[in-house]
């Protein structure tokens, strides 16, 4: 956020922090950007909820949805009826899981290949509320396919040469941090999906 008054990084965090965000009531457009970063959200449970969800309630995806979705009704109550434009971005991908020894095994990766990634059920929660949805993980994994699953997940180079969308040259480290490269490539998909949208 632009007021960065808390060191909150995911969904929990942001919501657990949001009466520290100052000048909330000035805001008119809300990006939110949690694909990542909510595949580690902490604890085994929910403490903030007030229902016992039982086994569901100790697993990631429950806590996941449970704290994204306060953040959204936060959000739309921050100022009522004129409540902010709200866009979920689901900017990125965790590459670790296809990044070979001694990270994961590639294989098991690619046959569950949003395990670690919760862009499923941003779509999902953004979809009950209304909110639009920009991915960038959409397109890029099918460009990154193009050049075969040894090019998308491990290699720079082909027999067909460079492979420019390869996991690893669209990451920076194993996990989900872009290059130099990815961010812009973040940023004019970001720009697209506006003047989509208003035009």
Known sequence: HVYKTTNAWNSMSHATSFSAISNLDRVDLVIVEFNVNDSFTPG??????????GLWGGTLEYRSLWYSEMLLRKLLLI???DYPA?????????GRIWAGNPWSDPKKARQSLFRSNHEPLKFWLSYLYDVPVFSVSLFHLALASKLGTDAQFNFNETRDGHNPYGTNVWHADACCHPKKEGHRV?????????ADELW
Not at 45 to 53: I, R, S, T, W, Y
Not at 86 to 94: C, G, S
Not at 189 to 194: A, D, G, M, R, S
């Open 44 to 53: 085994k449970n929910v403490p903030h909820a007030l229902e016992d969800k």
């Open 186 to 194: 973040l940023a004019l998909v970001l720009i697209y999906n506006f």
């Open 79 to 81: 100022r009522k009826p």
């Open 86 to 94: 709200i866009v979920t971005f689901n900017a990125d991908y965790i």
